[in-house]
Every structure is written in structure tokens, then in C-alpha cells.
């Protein structure tokens, strides 16, 4: 009778490990699974951030582009207003010119 009542807690209680280990494994495969899904979104992640720094690198190049536009451009008004300063100069001359041309004569 001991042996029958000891075969019948040891099948319970191999019963209950095989379900514990059923469960175990199918926790394990979850957080595997779970994991995994995480490493595609990370990996997902990190080409949108490596296309947003990309994408970062080429606006402030064209940033720079357009500062140097800006700058020549800016250059150009200068001299195209010193060049209309000396025109304005030369007329002011010329005039001064003819009234002392017609005061001599």
C-alpha cells in the first residue's frame, strides 16, 4: 500500500513539474519571442534616426550654402551701392563743372 500511495504522489507530483515545465517554456518562448520584437524595433528605430541625422547633415549643409549666398549677395549690394555712391559723386563734379563753366563766361 506504501508503494501504490508513493507511486500515486510521485505521478502528481510529476504531473505538476511537467506543467510547470510546459509553463516555464511557454514564458521563455514569450519573452523570446517579446525580445525579439524588440530588437526589430530598435533596429527599425535606428535607421530612422540614422535617416534623421542624414537628413540633419545635408539641411545644414545647405544651410551653409545659403549663408554663403547670403554673404556675396550681401557683397554685391555693398559694391553695387559704393558704385552708385561714385556715380552720384561724378554727377554732383559734372554739375558743379558746368555752373562754373557758365559763372566764367
Not at 61 to 85: G, M, P, T, V
Request: charged content about 25%.
Amino acid at each position: 500500500m506504501c508503494l501504490k500511495v508513493s507511486s500515486y504522489v510521485m505521478g502528481s507530483y510529476g504531473i505538476y513539474f511537467y506543467a510547470e515545465l510546459e509553463s516555464f517554456k511557454m514564458e521563455y518562448e514569450n519573452a523570446r519571442l517579446k525580445c525579439n520584437a524588440a530588437d526589430e524595433r530598435a533596429n527599425i528605430l535606428a535607421s530612422e534616426v540614422i535617416g534623421l541625422e542624414d537628413k540633419a547633415l545635408r539641411l545644414r549643409s545647405n544651410e551653409l550654402k545659403l549663408e554663403r549666398q547670403l554673404e556675396n549677395s550681401q557683397a554685391e549690394i555693398s559694391s553695387f551701392n559704393l558704385y552708385h555712391w561714385c556715380i552720384h559723386q561724378l554727377v554732383l563734379i559734372v554739375r558743379y563743372y558746368m555752373i562754373a563753366m557758365n559763372h566764367l563766361q
